[in-house]
């Protein structure tokens, strides 16, 4: 139930593309998730980040879509670069989760073509 | 220079031998985390701290051990019990009534 299942494992664009990366979860109390962004040989950096409360947020080019009753997530990157190439993971924390501690999803490792 | 410094950004250890990580913070966080990354496996985590002198494992806590004496420092020791040690580490923290989380740059463990 602590779970997140992130899909695809790698994904290949190209410039101008709109890459996709689903998540899916299973524990009902969570109610925070953000999507990280990490670049080779870096940490992760929070990229934007959703509560339930809402089916989609933007944030520049990248934008989130939720579905409560479905359980999942995902992220859209509109307009793609070559610099957005990287792993993104997802994750999710929330009630009785103790600490705040962050779930996280296996990555996607995204590479768009020039 | 603020945030979270992990060092080393490299470490070679030999098989056997008990190794320290360190992470200091100068963000005035209360938790602190400890996070592993392998390839295909997203991030798991080792042992977190919500204040200092206390700390709980997360779902790998074997083979590792941490300590918590002050609010800016979380060392990770990866003991020789850990059977497979090579590994790139995260260190996080997590201002008290916020949700975001803030990572280190790194330190690759490699067993030699």
């Known amino acids: 139930q602590q779970q997140v299942k992130q899909s695809p494992q790698s994904l290949i664009v190209q410039k101008g593309g709109i890459p996709i990366i689903n998540c899916a979860y299973e524990?009902?109390?969570?109610?925070?998730f953000p999507w990280y962004q990490q670049f080779p040989g870096k940490g992760p950096a929070l990229l934007i980040a959703?509560?339930?409360?809402?089916s989609e947020k933007k944030e520049g080019r990248f934008t989130i879509s939720f579905n409560k009753s479905a359980k999942q997530f995902s992220l859209h990157i509109m307009d793609s670069q070559p610099g957005d190439s990287a792993t993104y993971f997802c994750?999710?924390?929330?009630?009785?989760?103790?600490?705040?501690?962050?779930?996280f999803g296996q990555g996607t490792e995204l590479s768009v073509k020039p | 220079d603020g945030g979270i410094t992990q060092s080393p950004k490299y470490l070679f250890r030999k098989e056997g031998q008990n190794v320290t990580l360190s992470c200091e913070q100068n963000l005035n966080h209360d938790a602190m985390y400890w996070y592993r990354q392998d390839p295909g496996q997203g991030l798991r985590l080792i042992y977190y701290?919500?204040?200092?002198?206390?700390?709980q494992k997360g779902d790998i806590a074997e083979g590792y051990s941490v300590s918590r004496e002050k609010k800016e420092s979380f060392p990770l020791t990866v003991t020789s019990a850990q059977k497979n040690p090579t590994a790139f580490y995260l260190c996080?923290?997590?201002?008290?009534?916020?949700?975001?989380?803030?990572f280190g740059q790194g330190t690759r463990l490699t067993v030699v």
């Open positions: 701290s919500q204040i200092v002198n206390d700390f």
């Open positions: 994750a999710a924390s929330g009630r009785g989760n103790q600490g705040g501690k962050l779930i």
């Open positions: 959703i509560r339930p409360d809402v």
């Open positions: 996080a923290t997590r201002d008290r009534g916020s949700t975001e989380a803030f």
């Open positions: 524990n009902t109390a969570f109610d925070y």
